[in-house]
């Protein structure tokens, strides 16, 4: 007898839905590694795209934008988006709805509005467009990832346990640290990694706040897929690819593995 | 008043930063859109106006007359056209996909989730440039098609609003799959179980049972498909051509070539304000269900 | 220690939730050392609230609570030497037994030999030699029980706090850890206050139980004076099956139902209620009421027969089945209900 839980359709759609996501990410993989700079003429394997990048000082500086600027938004958004998840895990206030709301608002402004007024802000404010302008603008949209896990991990955990430990003796920092914090490291590894690749595949909002001479990689990337197709842009993109995958699988495997 | 003090230093860091980085950003670029293009680009800190929002209908005759000037309105009809089209094409596919994966057996149901979010974590923009491999001429398709004999004219689609569709809806497929696929997760099997022993054939327990009880799922998906789409700005810069322009890039032109902060400011602040009320009307619609 | 002096006493005590809810509407109570104290009552009375407040996790609006003659108000729960046996048990998942038990006497720096010794001291005394090392979350719902009994008892609390430890057990196990408890209390010798509200663990296992109703006290007692001699309609009808019926004094010793059949009784007079339990009344012939058994129940050691002497009036009568078959009564049969003077308890209404 056929299976009660298959319904007709939907593993059609299911497979083109892999292969539509996943074939265009393998083609460039695959282009990024030949020889030619041409699909129509493959004439075999070759790292000669790579070597391009590692030659080129400007998109070497950008990748080290790009991860000062990840590695800063992904320490400071946690830390604050940590602060706050324990604020608003338990028990109710007055204003709880609001910070709530104000929380998820960078998810909600449509990126270049965000990228457009913090532009406007930083210019009329006149704070100098560079690295730390991306910074500061980052940590505001890294926030809400990073929060999300932190609080599902707090929801899911027995408010007793905290009780317990207060019966037990602990004030209220041990309780934290004793307590607290190992049951939630999941969580926080979890959005620490959001957080990061967030940050790391920015493009919109880095666009409009970063300077001349200090961008990131993708906005970098972005202007030299506007001038036109080149292979080392299928090398570097097969490199933040990598990096983006490399960093959410690791998080996976942590957390499935921390139960 | 310990606990209330406590509380608000742990809330000081994120709020204050939104607050400061964006909140009031958002409120300056609203009070910008209410001031005068200066002379030489830039604003006039003096001179309010409601020209910005004026120029968004009419412009300026020959003879300095208002006349209707249909040109952004038609930017704004086009990309509520193409975010609207790839919501419905990201249901189309992803609704029956999502159904696939929630019956999967639960081992198989935690890879194929990993499967789906590993795009929606790689970079956008990579994502899109991909696209343009694929869709250029002497791209592989046209490599394709050519090759197996089916076409002899070269096959070129980018540069089209067709081509900013694919990529928005490329972008945006996880978004709707995956909030479709947790509420069809949360349903209780025993459910779907009652339904066919009460004598519901396969599609009467679809429509009866598993439709409704998804459909928070669907419009979390649409909402989260249509909105991104409306402000989208990478697709359409990368894979659509001058004429399939959308609103993101017609306010960036506002504070590149045009130098009409402004104008800018206020097209920014109108596609907020949509945002905001499809939110809006999500948020209502939801309650009122929850009720 | 001075008996004199209550483990635990309790003045005033009010817990108003937002909603307007009263968890705690004025309870006064006193609990003496080493007594085994029971808290009894219905789903939502306040049982929690009012270990919680003892504990400190919970603040009342008003009120106060003393331990041994120092009042506890303003103490944190980690000032307090008190501890709790959570009804989700709240063992640390990410720690193990051992360290779980150990938690309270690292809180309070002892020596680390001594928390060793300490910790397998406590492990064999709930039996749990040799799953020290193993995490919560490979143990059975009765071993983590015990876990958080030894953790605990770990630092020897002056008073422990037990919210229904035993409601997530099977049948088999409960009734095994209902005597290990009392048996573990008459060791350690510290006070335990009870929660439940499962009338037959509380009967069996209490030196005294306080019966609650929506957060309030309704009467403190020994299983027998709360089952014998319920202070309040509420406790009667709560504590066991009890026939309640309506009357009125007539002043003379005796009490009219509504259908006007007089029962003899001692009591005020009045709008009163009469509370007889069934194993309590007799079918015999010579009987002051007369009914007709409408059904009959049979229980294995008693049968229960439902008697309805009037529209207004039914009695429920517990008889044992030790006289054999030919000693019951089938439905129909007309019945006399002998009432002992002495059976019958008179509640004001
Ligand atoms: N944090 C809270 N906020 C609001 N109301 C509460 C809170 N805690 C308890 N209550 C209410 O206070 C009343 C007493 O609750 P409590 O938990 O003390 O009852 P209980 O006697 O322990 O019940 P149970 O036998 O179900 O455990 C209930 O009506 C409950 O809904
Ligand atoms: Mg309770």
Redesign the interface.
């Known amino acids: 007898m056929k299976s009660?839980?298959?319904?007709?359709?939907?593993?059609p759609?299911?497979i083109?839905?892999?292969v539509?996501?996943?074939?265009?990410?393998i083609?460039?993989v695959v282009?990024s590694f030949g020889a030619e700079d041409?699909?129509?003429r493959w004439s075999g394997f070759s790292l000669r795209w790579y070597a391009e990048v590692w030659d080129n000082d400007t998109m070497l500086r950008t990748i080290r934008n790009s991860l000062t600027v990840a590695v800063f938004a992904m320490l400071f958004g946690t830390?604050?988006?940590t602060?706050?998840a324990?604020?608003?895990a338990r028990g109710?206030?007055r204003g709880k709805t609001i910070?709530a709301l104000?929380?998820g608002?960078?998810l909600?402004?449509?990126?270049?509005?965000?990228g457009?007024?913090?532009?406007?802000?930083f210019v009329?404010v006149g704070i100098r467009l560079g690295i730390t302008s991306i910074i500061?603008?980052h940590?505001?949209f890294v926030?809400p990832y990073a929060?999300l896990p932190i609080r599902a991990r707090l929801d899911g955990m027995?408010p007793?346990?905290v009780?317990?430990?207060?019966?037990?003796?602990?004030?209220?920092w041990?309780?934290f640290y004793?307590?607290i914090l190992?049951?939630i490291w999941p969580g926080i590894a979890a959005g620490a990694t959001?957080a990061f690749?967030g940050s790391?595949?920015d493009?919109?909002v880095s666009y409009?706040v970063s300077g001349p001479g200090a961008t990131t990689l993708?906005v970098y990337?972005?202007s030299m897929?506007?001038m036109g197709?080149t292979p080392v842009?299928?090398a570097v993109?097969t490199l933040?690819?990598a990096a983006?995958?490399a960093v959410?699988?690791l998080s996976?495997l942590v957390s499935r593995s921390k139960? | 008043m310990t606990a209330?003090w406590?509380?608000a230093?742990?809330?000081a860091?994120?709020?204050g930063?939104?607050?400061a980085?964006?909140?009031?950003?958002?409120c300056?670029?609203a009070y910008?859109s209410t001031l005068a293009r200066g002379p030489m680009g830039g604003v006039d800190w003096n001179h309010h106006t409601a020209d910005a929002y004026v120029q968004f209908l009419f412009e300026r005759d020959l003879m300095d007359r208002l006349v209707v000037n249909t040109d952004y309105l038609r930017i704004f009809g086009r990309s509520f056209a193409l975010a609207g089209g790839t919501t419905v094409l990201t249901l189309l596919?992803?609704?029956?996909?999502a159904?696939?994966?929630a019956?999967q057996p639960p081992s198989r149901r935690l890879l194929l989730v990993?499967?789906?979010?590993?795009?929606f974590?790689?970079?956008?923009?990579?994502?899109n440039?991909?696209?343009?491999?694929?869709l250029?001429t002497?791209?592989?398709i046209d490599?394709l098609l050519r090759a197996s004999g089916l076409s002899n004219e070269p096959f070129s689609i980018l540069y089209t609003p067709l081509a900013t569709g694919i990529g928005l809806t490329?972008s945006f497929?996880?978004y709707m799959?995956l909030p479709i696929y947790v509420s069809l997760e949360k349903i209780d099997r025993r459910l779907?179980?009652a339904a066919?022993d009460l004598g519901a054939s396969?599609w009467a327990a679809?429509r009866r049972v598993i439709l409704p009880l998804a459909m928070p799922g669907v419009m979390g998906g649409a909402i989260l498909v249509f909105?991104?789409g409306?402000?989208a700005?990478?697709s359409p810069?990368?894979l659509g051509g001058a004429k399939s322009m959308m609103?993101?890039s017609l306010?960036?032109q506002q504070?590149g070539q045009s130098r009409n902060?402004p104008f800018?400011?206020a097209l920014?602040?109108v596609?907020?304000a949509l945002?905001?009320l499809a939110?809006g009307a999500h948020q209502l619609r939801y309650r009122r269900e929850a009720r | 220690m001075n008996d004199a002096v209550p483990a635990i006493e309790g003045r005033d005590l009010v817990r108003e939730f937002?909603g307007g809810v009263r968890a705690l509407d004025g309870v006064s109570l006193s609990i003496r050392p080493n007594e085994f104290f029971t808290l009894l009552g219905p789903s939502g009375c306040g049982k929690t609230t009012l270990l919680r407040a003892i504990?400190?996790?919970e603040v009342p609006d008003s009120g106060s609570i003393s331990l041994y003659g120092q009042p506890l108000d303003g103490l944190?729960?980690?000032?307090r030497p008190?501890?709790?046996v959570?009804?989700?048990y709240?063992i640390?998942?990410?720690l193990t037994v051992a360290q779980n038990v150990a938690?309270?006497l690292e809180?309070?720096r002892r020596p680390r030999a001594e928390i060793a010794a300490r910790v397998a001291e406590m492990l064999a005394l709930v039996k749990l030699e040799g799953l020290d090392g193993r995490k919560s979350?490979q143990l059975s719902g009765g071993q983590q029980q015990r876990v958080a009994l030894a953790?605990?008892l770990a630092?020897s609390p002056r008073v422990l706090l037990l919210d229904e430890p035993l409601s997530a057990l099977d049948l088999k196990l409960r009734t095994e850890m209902q005597l290990e408890l009392k048996r573990l209390q008459a060791r350690v010798g510290i006070t335990f206050i009870f929660v439940t509200h499962d009338q037959h663990e509380a009967l069996t296992m209490s030196d005294r139980i306080a019966v609650m109703n929506a957060g309030q006290i309704q009467q403190i007692g020994t299983p027998d004076e709360i089952y014998d001699r319920p202070a309040s309609r509420f406790v009667a009808d709560f504590i066991g099956a009890t026939n309640l019926l309506e009357a009125t004094g007539t002043g003379e010793g005796a009490y009219r139902l509504a259908d006007g059949s007089q029962i003899a009784a001692q009591g005020p007079a009045g709008s009163v209620w009469l509370a007889i339990r069934p194993e309590r009344l007799r079918i015999a012939p010579e009987g002051s009421l007369h009914g007709v058994v409408e059904h009959a129940v049979y229980e294995g050691t008693d049968t229960i027969y439902h008697v309805v002497v009037s529209e207004t009036v039914r009695l429920r009568v517990r008889a044992p089945n030790s006289d054999g078959a030919s000693a019951r009564f089938a439905t129909g049969a007309a019945v006399g209900v002998v009432i002992p003077a002495d059976a019958v308890r008179v509640l004001q209404s």
């Open positions: 009660l839980w298959r319904f007709p359709f939907t593993r759609a299911a083109f839905t892999l539509f996501l996943y074939v265009p990410i083609v460039l282009l041409s699909i129509a830390a604050a988006a602060m706050a324990l604020a608003l109710t206030f910070a104000l929380l608002l960078p909600v402004v449509p990126e270049i509005v965000a457009i007024s913090v532009l406007l802000f009329l500061l603008a940590i505001v926030i929060y027995d007793a346990l009780e317990a430990a207060a019966d037990l003796y602990a004030p209220r041990t309780a004793r307590i190992p049951l959001l690749i790391l595949g493009v919109v409009f993708p990337v972005f897929v506007r197709v842009v299928n993109s933040l690819l983006s995958i959410f699988s996976y139960g | 209330v406590r509380r230093a742990l809330l860091p994120s709020l930063w939104i607050a980085f964006l909140v009031l950003p958002l300056l670029m910008v596919i992803g609704f029956p996909t159904i696939w994966m019956f990993f499967i789906i979010t590993v795009p974590w790689t970079n956008i923009l990579v994502r440039y991909a696209w343009i491999l694929l250029r002497g791209g592989l490599t490329y497929l996880p799959v779907v179980e066919f396969r679809f909105v991104p409306l402000g700005f990478i810069e990368l609103i993101g306010i960036q504070f902060w800018g400011a920014a602040f596609l907020f945002v905001l939110l | 937002a504990a400190g996790l944190p729960p980690w000032k008190v501890n709790t959570f009804q989700s709240a640390f998942p990410h938690f309270g809180m309070q979350s953790r605990a630092t």
